[in-house]
């Protein structure tokens, strides 16, 4: 009886290892072999056999893209339309999420909803108006513009994510600190937020990571060099002759650098943010 | 220092109604207690108090100033809350200097203010620690540490206790009561801990259904329970109810139950209405003793409790269940006959329909 039982338990952990690791693998293999292809010389790129190991190294592919292909401006504007997008769900969305989550006013659960039913339409549906409008108000091929169509399909991710934030602080602290003489909106700021502080942080990562990573919007909504971002200006790098794929890969390990960096800052926080409210206590 | 005085005060959610008509005056330095089973609006009624929940009519007046329409920073109330409520990201220190922070008192008067209200706690050694930091009492100590600081009008209580261990829980009471006999602040203090209701209250509110069942001070509240809701809400073990006729016998009036005759001779209340009629006689466990006397209930042991000071016994009277506290050298045994004198002047009669003291 004990045998079988720890045979078969034997058994669930090989098959559990197997299937964790091959999804691993198809997780990083791409990274991987990005990485390699961007080591790579043009001519040990496109071979007859494949050539999984470089037999060697250059860094001429990155050299070329900063210098040559104008991806340090793509990489700008990308940060510009991040943090802009950030700024936008901090600024609105947080006092949104507070007010969904301690008030009780008309209307409050069909504003909820209609803040999900937006992120069920596909993304393609809402181009088209997109773009009118912003053409209309004189936003299009402009950062500011692109931040706000982010915004536009962020927000209520935003607020969601930050609600249940705000909902696991106890709302006695605000009473202690309403009484303790602060304002409902002091008390937000100096007692809830504080609390809330990992929970805001990793939705703003989020956030962050999505508009970073964007690529759609920004093809249909910049025409210019001067407001593209880097997954828009990587793509337009394959002409109808060449495929530069060495310097695409060197885009490639250039672009998930920031969020690389992002994760290692705030890899603690954000564990202890989105755990939160898992564990009483 | 203040008055507070609470009239016809409402409260309803929707369709219902959890405050009614709630009229309490509560004088300079008193100690009003708020008791009741939960859900009974206690809770409710002390946030409206602190202004953090709105009535749904009524006024509410601290000193002499009407604070219906004032928000809870200008009352210049105090409260502490059952989960102290203590500001999580800051130290000690800061938690109890926070209010005279946000009212802008000089760095050099708050750091001063806090001393002397941690060194009144005996919590000098904690002020550099996160709230994550303390056990249970010395949260409970902060918490009062920043309800006292500010020297209020009025010191609210929500529940304080009731996440302490039973030691800790008697030993912050007297802290409590220490407290406001040092300080004289007019205080509301909510709870469904009796024993807590009559240690601390100069006035105890026993509540019930959004209604006031009776408010007076604790001696009345024990002695002369107004109905029987308040007789069985207080005291431990609670009131023993022995029904009966009333009838009027050759030396007075007697109470007929099932197993004999009661004497009621000095009996503080006006019955004379009820002879001849169904009655409900609350007797305190306290009041029953071993032996023979001139009012005596007999009955057959059920089961025997030791607590070490006392000896709880219960016996069945007629096919009721009566608790008698007994002195600890007292151990009868199951099954046994028992003889029971009775205190007869500490009886109260009630009205089974109604439930009201007569």
């Known amino acids: 009886m004990a045998a079988t039982r720890s045979r078969s338990k034997l058994l669930w952990d090989v098959i559990s290892y197997v299937v964790l690791v091959g999804l691993a693998f198809i997780a990083i293999a791409p990274i991987v072999w990005t990485f390699l292809t961007s080591l790579k010389f043009e001519e040990d790129i496109v071979t007859r056999t494949m050539q999984y190991i470089p037999s060697r190294i ?19 504007n990308s940060l510009i339309v991040t943090t802009t997008t950030v700024l936008l769900c901090l600024l609105t969305g947080t006092v949104a999420a507070y007010a969904f989550s301690r008030f009780q006013f008309k209307g409050r659960t069909q504003l909820m909803l209609g803040y999900l039913v937006v992120r ?29 169509a982010y915004t536009s399909f962020l927000l209520p991710l935003f607020v969601w994510m930050l609600k249940g934030f705000f909902d696991a602080a106890p709302k006695e602290l605000e009473s202690a600190a309403r009484i303790d003489g602060t304002t409902r909106l002091g008390a937000m700021f100096m ?27 920004a093809l249909m909504l910049t025409t210019s ?57 | 220092m203040a008055t507070l005085s609470i009239n016809s005060v409402r409260k309803s959610f929707g369709a219902v109604e959890v405050l009614n008509n709630i009229d309490i005056e509560v004088e300079d330095g008193g100690f009003l207690v708020l008791l009741g089973p939960s859900g009974c609006g206690k809770s409710t009624l002390l946030a409206i108090i602190a202004g953090l929940e709105n009535s749904s009519g009524g006024d509410i007046l601290i000193g002499d100033k009407n604070v219906n329409d004032v928000h809870p920073k200008d009352r210049n109330i105090a409260m502490v ?5 203590l500001y999580p990201t800051m130290p000690v220190r800061r938690n109890i200097g926070f209010g005279l922070e946000m009212r802008k008192v000089a760095p050099k008067d708050r750091e001063a203010a806090v001393q002397r209200a941690a060194e009144l706690l005996q919590i000098e050694h904690l002020l550099d620690r996160k709230p994550g930091q303390l056990s249970g009492g010395q949260r409970q100590r902060v918490a009062m540490g920043r309800a006292i600081v500010r020297n209020p009008d009025l010191f609210l ?100 139950h099932a197993a004999g005759t009661l004497a009621l001779a000095g009996l503080q209340q006006d019955v004379a209405g009820f002879v001849g009629r169904e009655v409900t006689a609350g007797i305190r466990p306290e009041m029953l ?40 050298k ?8 028992l003889t029971l004198t009775v205190d007869t002047t500490a009886i109260n009669l009630f009205d089974p329909v109604s439930g009201n003291r007569i």
């Not at chain 2, 009955?299 to 600890?328: C, F, H, K, N, Y």
């Open chain 2, 81 to 85: 809350f059952q989960s102290y409520a």
């Open chain 2, 289 to 328: 003793d071993s032996g023979d006397g001139p009012a005596s209930l007999t009955g057959v042991v059920d089961v025997v409790e030791p607590t070490g000071p006392d000896t709880m016994v219960i016996a069945s009277v007629g096919g009721q269940l009566i608790t008698a506290r007994l002195g600890p």
């Open chain 2, 157 to 256: 209580f929500d529940e304080p206790l009731s996440n302490l261990d039973a030691k800790l829980r008697v030993e912050m009471r007297t802290e409590i009561k220490r407290l406001h006999d040092r300080l004289g602040t007019t205080t509301v203090y909510v709870t469904h801990d009796q024993v807590e209701a009559l240690t601390l209250g100069t006035k105890v509110a026993v509540m019930k259904g959004g209604v006031i069942q009776q408010l007076a001070d604790p001696e009345t509240i024990y002695d002369r329970p107004a109905n029987m809701f308040v007789a069985g809400f207080i005291g431990s073990p609670t009131m023993n109810f022995l029904k009966g006729t009333l009838e009027q016998g050759d030396g007075g009036l007697v109470l007929r």
């Open chain 1, 58 to 76: 250059t860094f001429e592919n990155y050299v070329k893209l900063w210098n040559q292909s104008g991806y340090p401006v793509l990489v700008i």
């Open chain 2, 330 to 337: 007292d151990r009868p045994r199951p099954g046994e006959p």
């Open chain 1, 191 to 217: 007692v809830v937020i504080p609390i809330a502080r990992n929970g805001l942080l990793a939705t703003c990562v989020f956030v962050a990571i999505a508009a970073w990573n964007e690529f759609l919007f």
């Open chain 1, 225 to 281: 060099q001067g407001s593209r971002t880097w997954p828009v200006g990587l793509q337009l790098m394959v002409g109808e002759f060449q495929l530069p794929w060495g310097m695409l890969a060197a885009g490639g390990m250039i672009s998930i650098l920031p969020v690389i960096v992002l994760f290692a800052i705030v890899q603690r926080a954000m564990v202890a943010g989105l755990t939160a409210g898992a564990v009483k206590g």
């Open chain 1, 120 to 148: 069920m339409f596909p993304a393609v549906l809402m181009i088209i108006p997109l773009f009118i409008i912003m053409r209309q108000v004189g936003l299009l091929d402009s950062t500011i513009g692109l931040a706000i």
